[in-house]
């Protein structure tokens, strides 16, 4: 089975790009929605975010902006958050490869925002990095999560840097151009991985 790696920072257009590729038919393991069902009420991740973070949730709930907030005053609270998250992302991602084998996939794509970061890519025979124009990025960010430039800025600075993801590309997608565009640069990809 092939094991392919898609990532990009935040406002990159990695979720259009992997919605492209599961109407293609390739099985797509979403980190993020993995992440979101984790921190959900009742997910196995909130009662440790509870600790570390009390005022992030409230009611059996997490408060996405109070924890952003919490981590831009504070860093150092990233790496603890990931300790906890990344190992639970690990067993999902574990348990996805066991199923698609099981199914008889020919090719998976591994959708994970912190591919590099986590070494997931080395699971990966290609890596391919959803990239756009900086101010397109910021733009994006600041209208999907609601805030100020400023604040989209720092939390975009929080993430390993475009250029480096780019380095360490098999294939870059480029978005920002047009739909029509990114959906060739897709098909293309698509191709190659048939090929």
Known sequence: MKILGLTGGMGMGKSTVASMLRRAGVAVFDADAIVHALQAPGGAALPRIAQLVPQAV???RLDRPVLRQAVLAHPALLKKLEAIMHPLVRRARTGFLRRSRLQGATCVV???PLLFE???DRLCSRVAVVSAPPWVQRRRVAHRRN???PQARRLIACQMRDARRVQKADTVIRTGLSMKETERQVRRFIRSLRA
């Open 110 to 112: 591994l959708d994970i």
């Open 118 to 120: 986590t070494g997931a």
């Open 147 to 149: 805030m100020p430039p």
């Open 58 to 60: 409230t009611a059996g």
